[in-house]
């Protein structure tokens, strides 16, 4: 037991000794009211000083307060590694993002906490039951709220309809949810988090089309009145954005609405024609 407990503790330590790259400024800008417009000011971005191409290559875009962004684009583009940049889970590095005018990186932990929400292709639930899952997206919420979150997000039925209901022990040795239940979860929690700024990484999972209508169903409960920025798969959430981009090897190769894309009859157009599937390999069959 000795032997196993030092192996895990060095494993523990060696994660304790990385670097922090992310940290707080010396004297943070508190927001105390956010507005939510969030501007990527000609930036770039590489995840290794060596790379030879920028990962994200000169992307300058606006999102106003409330508006909703759409990012398509081949798989590997970098439409994740930009909504990366938003929460700080890296920093640029070149150019800056801002939101409500603040470079992000002068921002205090707290506000961009409370300003950015990411609902992701991937969603981690803890072996703890339904309801504390759900609450440790806002700790003080009460049973009233997160039921309400969940009835938003679509799930409230199913959680109700299980032996356990909220006290449904989730996760390994527990109950399993379906990847579309998970996304659920997902944005219930966001929902509880109330955030401005929405970040939304639409899983690339096919989903059938019951599901698909219930998340889209509860996605749009989330977006109304947030800034959305989506990383879209699906052609009905494109087409309701008030800008989309089209990213190619990390810069933006075509702009603007779905209708004037479509004119344009270029790369967007090429993937809406293949399906409503919008992220097509780098080397086409
Ligand atoms: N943590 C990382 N370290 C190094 N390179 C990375 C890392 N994450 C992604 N990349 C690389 O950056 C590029 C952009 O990846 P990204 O995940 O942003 O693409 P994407 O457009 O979201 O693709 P998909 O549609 O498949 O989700 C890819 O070449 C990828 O291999
Ligand atoms: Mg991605």
Known sequence: QMQASLALFQRIFEYLDLPVEITEPEKPVRLDTIRGEVRFEDIDFAYEA????????GVDVTVPAGGRLAVVGPTGSGKSTLSYLVPRLYDVTGGRVTIDGVDVRDLDFDTLARAVGVVSQE????????????????????DAEIEAAARAAQIHDHIA????????????RGYRFSGGEKQRLAIARTILRDPPVLILDEATSALDT???????????ALSAGRTTITIAHRLSTVRDADEIVVLEAGRVAERGS????LALDGRYAALVRRDAQLTVPVIAP
């Not at 019951?210 to 749009?220: G, K, L």
């Open 50 to 57: 060596t790379q030879t191409e920028l990962t994200i290559d």
């Open 258 to 261: 779905h209708d004037k894309l």
């Open 123 to 142: 969603t981690y639930l803890f072996h703890a039951s339904v309801a504390e899952n759900l609450r440790f997206a806002k700790p003080d919420a009460t």
């Open 210 to 220: 019951r599901t698909e209508y219930a998340v889209q169903e509860a996605i749009d």
């Open 161 to 172: 309809s299980l032996p356990d209901g909220y006290d449904t022990l989730v996760g390994e």
